[in-house]
């Protein structure tokens, strides 16, 4: 459960996956999200190979998934309108079919890129749940039940936990600091969704401001392509229907002079 | 009938991405979380600008892993892995263009304005949302991941086809529609 798993700097995924593009190519298509954790970051934009994707995202906000074809990227983080000025940088593998969240995490001077696999493998009537520790002043701590036995225990900063699965339902939670009993962060009422998987980001100071909380995102989602919604009705223009009406039914007349003078011969 | 939008006929171009105010786990907020809201499977779509009252099917994927469409062209298919109505996520709803003959459920889509209603509705239970964009992509430009993956919006969108019509590969265009659920 307190498996390291906060991938920094260029996330090396060894078996890239070469699909099949469908008809709509979304086969092909990685999904990619960004979170602002930097406490004293300025607002910022995010750059996908030197393009701008993401404008004015404040601490604390997190992005919807944005469809990327699979390969490689370079994701640059730049203060808010300011294109000239590279606050930190990573590059990225993006599979097909695979969903990402990109955190920026630390204080500012220390600021870097924690990149993760997000599970969009449901099972009905679970949620799939994990926590990732974004709190730089913040101890290694326990994510528990109230007054029970912790559920994710000793994450450290950076850390993200693996998914662990729990029934769909409400549960009363406490943040408290690695093996200690007393609670750094109560989190009454946590209601989760079946068939649906959860990060919980732990963000902010624990002593200062911005301050400590802990976010809660839905992750993945089940993809398709555009659906088809046309059969070409309007398309044609009325005469066009007539022509095609009236070689149907010449089509039909041949057929039916062929069919008697094959009866006559007979 | 035709879009007031463009399909823009360029090479790949990023998309910018929106985001949601995060939903903050604390006592006091919990009351956001969509568990806790009335959130149902809609049965019917109201528009009332474009005279739509259409019956709602829930649907998954085609063969081409595509979302359905209901074969009935005056039912909307409600994408069943997506959100209910009235929780946070994307609520998707696919209707038809035409069918063989004329004009289908989805046929006025393009002509929404913004700033219009869209309601959704399972017997006493209503959720309106309000037409915050309407787009018009090449199908292959449909910017999926915004309106299948998982999100912290309460979004409703709205698609069906547009453009030149190809008997072998159908509408080249799709239009989507955008509405925010409008909170009581």
Redesign the interface.
């Known amino acids: 459960m307190k498996k390291l798993m906060s991938l920094l700097g260029t996330l090396a995924l060894a078996f890239a996956l070469v699909l099949p593009v469908?008809?709509?190519?979304?086969?092909g298509?990685a999904?990619v999200?960004v979170l602002h954790a930097s406490p004293d970051a300025p607002a910022v934009d995010v750059y996908?190979?030197g393009?701008?994707?993401?404008?004015g995202?404040e601490f604390?906000?997190?992005?919807?998934?944005?469809?990327?074809?699979a390969g490689d990227y370079n994701v640059e983080i730049k203060p808010a309108g300011d294109a000239e000025t590279v606050v930190v940088a990573a590059d990225l593998s993006l599979e097909a079919g695979k969903?990402y969240t990109a955190a920026a995490i630390g204080q500012l001077e220390n600021i870097e890129i924690a990149a993760m696999e997000d599970d969009s493998n449901f099972e009905d009537g679970k949620s799939k749940v994990r926590v990732a520790h974004f709190a730089p002043d913040a101890p290694a701590v326990d994510v528990a039940p109230k007054g029970g036995d912790p559920l994710f225990s000793n994450l450290e900063f950076k850390a993200v936990s693996d998914y662990g699965t729990l029934d769909a339902g409400?549960y009363d939670l406490e943040v408290r600091p690695a093996g200690a009993t007393d609670v750094v962060k109560?989190?009454?009422?946590?209601?989760?969704?079946g068939g649906?998987n959860y990060t919980?980001f732990a963000i902010g100071l624990l002593e200062g401001e911005p301050a400590f909380?802990?976010?809660?995102?839905?992750?993945?989602?089940?993809?398709?392509?555009?659906?088809?919604?046309?059969?070409?009705?309007?398309?044609?223009p009325a005469s066009m229907?007539w022509l095609l009406a009236a070689a149907v039914l010449g089509a039909a007349a041949a057929g039916f002079y062929v069919f008697r003078r094959k009866q006559q011969d007979a | 009938?035709a879009a007031k939008v463009d399909a823009p006929d360029e090479e790949?171009?990023?998309?910018?991405?929106?985001?949601?105010e995060?939903?903050?786990?604390?006592?006091t907020e919990?009351s956001r979380?969509?568990?806790?809201r009335e959130t149902f499977i809609p049965e019917r779509l109201l528009i009332p600008s474009l005279d739509v009252d259409a019956i709602i099917e829930p649907v998954g994927?085609?063969r081409?892993?595509?979302?359905?469409?209901p074969d009935d062209?005056n039912a909307v298919?409600w994408?069943q892995?997506?959100a209910r109505a009235g929780a946070?996520?994307n609520v998707v709803l696919?209707?038809?263009?035409?069918?063989?003959?004329?004009?289908?459920i989805?046929?006025e889509l393009a002509t929404l304005q913004l700033g219009e209603t869209v309601t959704l509705r399972r017997n006493e239970q209503v959720a309106r949302y309000e037409v915050v964009s309407l787009e018009r992509y090449r199908?292959?430009d449909?910017?999926?991941?915004?309106i299948?993956?998982?999100?912290?919006?309460e979004r409703l969108q709205l698609?069906?086809?547009a453009g030149?019509?190809d008997?072998e590969?159908?509408?080249r265009d799709?239009i989507i529609v955008t509405a925010k659920l409008i909170r009581n």
């Open positions: 469908s008809a709509d190519g979304h086969d298509d999904m999200r996908v190979n393009e701008v994707a993401v404008e995202a604390k906000a997190l992005t919807d998934y944005l469809t990327l074809p969903f409400t109560a989190l009454d009422g946590v209601a989760l969704e649906k919980a909380e802990v976010l809660l995102a839905a992750d993945g989602g089940e993809m398709a392509g555009a659906p088809e919604t046309g059969q070409g009705g309007l398309a044609q229907n | 009938m790949f171009r990023l998309p910018t991405v929106g985001f949601a995060p939903l903050v786990l604390a006592s919990v979380q969509s568990f806790h994927k085609d081409l892993d595509r979302m359905d469409t062209v298919g994408y892995y997506g946070i996520g696919s209707g038809h263009l035409d069918d063989l003959q004329g004009p289908a989805f046929s199908t292959e449909v910017p999926l991941a915004s299948f993956a998982a999100t912290q919006s698609i069906t086809c030149p019509y008997p590969h159908g509408y799709r």
